[in-house]
Nanobody, 128 residues
Framework: QVPLVESGGGLVRTGDSLRLSCATS????????MAWFRQVPGKDREFVGA?????????SNSDSVKGRFTISRANAKNSLYLEMNNLRPEDTGIYYC????????????????????WGQGTQVTVSS
């Protein structure tokens, strides 16, 4: 199993921006769905956004991220990106990349259920 590797997290201030990357080998078959989730202690993983093959980006409709976070993908590199703007302290958490190759992942891309592959996560901390 080729791992998913997240990068780009760190400590920033309110209002700052960050760009997270999720990389895997370009030699493996392409993923049908790739997504970002985030998690804080004691809570379930929260869907942040996804990129579905042949359909494009599917950002979260949650008021907590809508309009501030942008999903993009470099298909040739089998990579996924998350551009986060105007960060807030409540955006603090561990951000995970997830992926799956089965086309039926498109029906439930906003849940953790369809994703077979997960990265180790990257910590994002936003100070007030």
């Amino acid at each position: 199993q080729v791992p998913l590797v997240e990068s780009g997290g760190g400590l920033v201030r309110t209002g700052d921006s960050l760009r997270l990357s999720c990389a895997t080998s370009s030699d493996v078959p392409s993923y049908y769905c790739m997504a970002w989730f985030r998690q804080v202690p004691g809570k379930d993983r929260e869907f942040v956004g996804a990129y579905i093959s042949r359909r494009g980006a599917r950002p979260s409709n949650s008021d907590s991220v809508k309009g501030r976070f942008t999903i993009s993908r470099a298909n040739a590199k089998n990579s996924l990106y998350l551009e986060m703007n105007n960060l807030r302290p409540e955006d603090t958490g561990i951000y995970y990349c997830a992926a799956d190759r089965r086309s039926d992942c498109a029906g439930y891309y906003y849940t953790v259920r369809p994703y077979t592959y997960w990265g180790q996560g990257t910590q994002v901390t936003v100070s007030s």
